[in-house]
């Protein structure tokens, strides 16, 4: 470890602290998304159209979102109808 | 039947090759009939870090395409009785492993030998996934560093739902995690991820840390595996790996920063 060393760590000090800061927020992140059933993207897409049949909705208008617990899965579907003067 | 050991990562440069060659060598020495397969086609490595690209005359696709025989493409280790090698083709696509064709090798392979050990290539593209389909075990080879342990992690779901096990409905592959290239100085100084940070992101059993040191340099440019060079701490690393993987329960070494002169006592602490 060199002289000049000793000054660059203390500039930079806790870059690692940042580091897994971000690497936790990512990975949970992403196993969230890989525990997901390959069925969800469809399921939403049907949703969405038998929802069209009767409502005038956009086609953003279902959001499916899925949580894995140790001992629960939830399933949660939220559809944004449109404004009650949008309706006819 | 043989126990088949895939080494992946994820990332290219993190050390996989070096670590396949290491556990082959190590698992050889301590008397088990070791073979250590390369999944790299198209970009054959393990040879050059075994020492043994000279001797290559077939390799692992024509052993699948029917054009030599095991027999022919195995290149024993002159260091160490038990040790051979499969090398990968230079010229193939990667397309040309296919998944019949390693199940058939690996099953006749495991006739002979106690363990296979497969070098994956990096990437999560059909040479990778056909390095870890047929695995019981997997050393996860990372580096304390961003992308390392994220792609770390990618390896793991693949692992998890993309190998035979898997899909055989059986006891999922056994991981463990190899963390390579550790600085202990640039952990003390809040530079690095440590051993703990990168444990607790990737929940992984921890099969050894394997120092920062210019003997795996020296090691690949002779082409001698660096597990044999037993005056480095990456060496010795490497053997403590072998053994923990064996079941010995060995304490992680090399993990505190070095003491030198009075710069170090004043600044490191």
């Known amino acids: ?88 | 039947m043989a126990r088949i050991i895939v080494i992946t990562s994820g990332k290219g440069g993190v050390g996989k090759t070096t670590t396949a060659a290491a556990m082959a060598m190590g698992l050889a020495q301590r008397g088990h009939r070791t073979v250590v397969i390369d999944f790299d086609v198209g970009l054959r490595n393990l040879d050059l870090i075994m020492g043994c690209e000279r001797r290559v005359v077939y390799d692992f696709v024509n052993v699948i395409n029917g054009e030599a025989n095991l027999n022919q493409a195995l290149i024993r280790d002159k260091r160490c009785d038990g040790l051979y090698v499969l090398p990968a083709s230079q010229t193939r696509d990667k397309e040309a492993l296919t998944k019949e064709g390693v199940g058939r090798v690996l099953t006749e392979l495991g006739k002979g030998y106690d363990y296979i050990v497969c070098d994956s290539p990096a990437g999560i593209e059909h040479g990778a996934t056909m390095a870890m389909y047929y695995a019981d075990d997997a050393v996860v080879v990372t580096n304390p560093e961003v992308s390392s342990v994220r792609d770390s992690d990618r390896m793991l779901g693949i692992l998890a739902s993309k190998s035979r096990r898997a899909e055989d409905g059986e006891e999922p592959i056994k991981e463990y995690l190899l963390l390579t290239r550790y600085a202990p100085t640039r952990v003390e100084r809040g530079e690095m991820l440590s051993v703990d940070d990168v444990q607790e992101i990737l929940s992984l059993s921890l099969l050894g840390v394997i120092p920062e040191s210019q003997a795996v340099l020296n090691a690949s440019n002779a082409g001698i595996p660096v597990v044999l060079d037993n005056d480095s701490t990456a060496g010795k690393a490497y053997g403590d790996m072998v053994a923990r993987y064996l079941g010995d329960d060995l304490p992680m070494r090399f993990l505190d920063a070095e003491r030198k002169g009075i710069l170090g006592r004043l600044f490191g602490g």
């Open chain 1, 1 to 88: 470890m060199g002289l000049l060393d000793v000054f660059r760590a203390s500039r930079k000090k806790g870059s690692a602290a940042i580091a897994k800061e971000r690497l936790q927020i990512l990975v949970a992140h992403d196993r969230a998304f890989r525990n997901r059933p390959s069925y969800l993207p469809k399921l939403q897409q049907e949703i969405l159209e038998v929802i069209r049949k009767y409502v005038e909705v956009d086609l953003d208008a279902v959001s499916v979102n899925y949580e894995q617990d140790d001992d629960q899965e939830l399933l949660e579907l939220n559809i944004v109808l449109p404004d009650a003067a949008a309706r006819s």
